[in-house]
């Protein structure tokens, strides 16, 4: 069990490198969909010796939500706002993937700092959560279009879910789905506001958004 | 009780997106507030059940920002009514730069209204950490179509950076609650409500509980926009209608605080009052000094309005983190959020009269617009702390507990923001409001004399004047109460 | 006789086999019938037979260069444990020469490329120097991990130590991100497609090939021989950390330690027939991908108990 654990762990990793240093934004999507499908395999695994119907459909419902719901509206989004294909990022590729290596360090770092609470089977998953989350960040601030931003409001997400995946099993089944749903709602409500950008602005940069600021 | 205080504006939302005519849909509008506002009065009387096993309870703080929110959203929903006749008229407008541009539906954006209130009523009713989250998140959700209710670009701007901000920031907080569960991971039985927590954070972990704080912090500071967090709010509040800048101004600020105030209470019975204390102070007094350098030399009114919003949340954090001023910080965010109501909603007056937001091109309001005008300038006067006002009693009240804590440098760096402040915003409103008419006031379309949109403002103006002239014991008291349940002493 | 003894022997002519593998199945996969696995044999003996051509301005850099490069190879291949077996050579820290030996190899080939002051052959250089660059802290950075999960600081010991089991306990999924990483750098450090087509003669695009233009007759066989270890060497290091069988009988270890080369090679004939040539500014970036893999493996890789 600690092999496929630690294997997921990995491969959530991984898609966090290819997120930054990947350059078609189909790619960044699919990636992102395979991050939320691992980690809607996550509570499964981690909890494989005491499963409940509880945990199957929290598992369940966010994969769902993020390895299919969530890719499918981008998409959308991304068809509805025609050729843009390319992320534009402020930061290069290669400064990205190596940002991501400090940040899987600082993570580390910090996770070590941290007061260990927790099994050990799960004390790999607070860095990895960790490093999404400051990926998610990074890829929010460095990357020039709104989907991308999308995007990394995803990863970023996924990472506090990770998360909440090694310690909090207490949350009640409603508040779980409550989060789910707000969250789905977030995507769903930033996915018609790019179409409205798009059909407002013809383009969906947000580093031309600047007409409102103090001088 | 407690069901139908969120059922009814939810069901009417639900009602509202689905009923074609208009003017049925703004009845549906008022009776919804009025309904809401009727409940939240009764609870004053009795006290409801929790429900929900205990995660949604109204306790004395809960029930002081419930009636605020109350009261605010029934003065915003007769405003939004007349706003809402006015601006059915006139199929597209014209902004600033001569775009012309057309409104959103009238069914989501009564919709959208209805679903905030029972937002906002969920934010402030829950007693689960979770819960909580999830309805202040769902208050930025369903706040976000409001702001773009005007469809154009400027709107749209400020929609997709509350969007993104306050999404991401609220997420902040989303780990904080995750952290918070870690510091109670060594007691399997521990819920994760508030009062169980309050009762049993000695027992938490502290230094992860310390973790949960800042994160919270940042991520409720975001939404509440303490500085450097506040960047969505000017952009925001300017640029969606007035009665929803009223709304987010006066209500939804007051939740992302009590949601601050809720995790404060857990680390001050965990002893760490100190800490989280100093931490609100520090972002505070931060906030006013930020806000005070927007203020100086504003060119557009409402994001002025917005920026005042920012330095009252810096008042709140100051006398919340102070102790002792606790109660008093609380009787400010009654005093701020009925002040502010009334700014934005006569703000919006001035906007449609004039059809600028640019302070240059407005002068002699009080000759062109004597009601509004003179509703500006009162409200200048009361946003600014003056007397007879409700915010110079609270204002005053948490300058008295900065003193009793002995904190001189503190209280003399309060007093100067207040200051800046207060000469920046006069010298705006002042040069608005007297002189000739300027050209953009000299046809005015006698939006003026519309009572749905002159008496809510009024009222609640005539309301900060009372609470500055004599506050009623039962709100000292509540306000005294409120302040013990959150666990500032 | 002790079967570590035969490794050497058995590398020195067996390498040339592995080229041969790659060509075959190039060719399966274009649908030809393609030369014998053998090629390479005759190539070498017909290359060894002919004279070289000396450029006039070339000095003594220029004809040391082959042999020095296979002379370094060779040594590297002394360090090398191979199915189990320990290395002829082996001694804690053993790793870093290793990684060095190879590094100097080709230094040797750098500089009598650069020796002979023509344009091109300065153009691969550096290129190659700049995609060694990039390979060498992959490389020693997954060795680093390999020796702090085995918790050895020598490829004997490194290897001795692997069994089919470790890969499936904890910490093996970071081993496997060691061998993808040791199967990038193969690739990369033997100018295999993606990083350089070994077929292409257009000078514009060569990365090796290109260096090595000057070179004629047997010491053009020499640098053909020393690739071919290289890929025996690397391909070595990855096949042994994928298929770490122990039977406890050296001549079955042996054997399918030779089995896991073939492996490397049909692996490198399958990536050269199905994908193309990156364009050279993607090529640093799947370096920085395989560099990263390792100094992942690293974070991850709990210390040896």
Redesign the interface.
Known sequence: M??WL??L??LV??CN?RVL?SSRLTACIQTVALQGALLGLLPVLAHLDALSARLLLQAAASTVLKAAVFPWLLNRALRQAGLQREVEPFVG??AS??A??LF??AA?WLAAR??H??PEALS?LVPTALFT?FVG?FV?VSRRQ?VT?VLG?LV??NG?YA??MA??E???LL??L??L??VF??VF??GI?LF??HR??DHLD?DR?T??R?S | MIWTLLGVPLASAAAAFAIRADGPRRGLLLAAALTHAALTAACWTIQPAPVFGGYLALDAAGRLFLSLLSALFLAASFYGAGYLRAAGRTKEEEDAAGFLFANAPEAVFTGCLLCFLGTMSLAVLSQHFGLLWVGIEATTLCSAPLIHFHRQRRSLEATWKYLLVCSVGIALALLGNFFLAVAARQHHDLLMTVPELVAQAGRLDKQWLKAAFLLFLVGYGTKMGLAPMHTWLPDAHSEAPSVVSALLSGALLNCAFLALLRVNAVLAAAGLADFSGELLVGFGLLSMAVAAAFIIGQGDFKRLLAYSSVEHMGILAFGAGLGAAAPAALLHAVNHSLTKGFLFLTAGNLLAASRTKSVGEIRGLLRALPRSGALWLVGFLAITGSPPFGTFVSELWILQGALARHRGVLAALYLAFLAAVFAAMASVVLKMSQGEPSDRLKEVPGDDADPWRFWPPALLAAAVLVLGLWVPPPLLDAVREAAAVLGMR | MRPELLHLPLALFCAPLLPGIINRVKAFFAGRCGPSVFQPYRDLLKLLRKGAVFSRTATWVFRAGPLASLVCAAAALALLPLGGLPALVCFPGDIVLFAYVLALGRFCTVAAALDTGSAFEGMGASREVWFAALAEPALLLGLAAMARQGGELSLTGLYGSLEPAVLLAPGGPALLLVAAALLIITLAENSRIPFDDPDTHLELTMIHEVMVLDHSGPDFGLIQYAAALRLWLLGALAAGLLLPVRTGRPWLDLTAGLCGLCAVALFTGVVESVMARLRLTRVSQLLAAAAAFSVLALMLVRGAP
């Open positions: 600690s092999f630690e294997s762990i990995i990793v991984l490198l240093g590729f290669t993937l190596a991501g290596v899987l360090g580390l941290l007061p609470a927790g790999r989350i960040l929010i709104a931003q409001y970023f997400e506090i998360f909440g310690f909090a207490k949350q009640p508040v779980e409550g989060i749903l707000d709602m977030g409500v930033m506001t409205h950008i407002e602005f947000t958004l007409a409102l103090d």
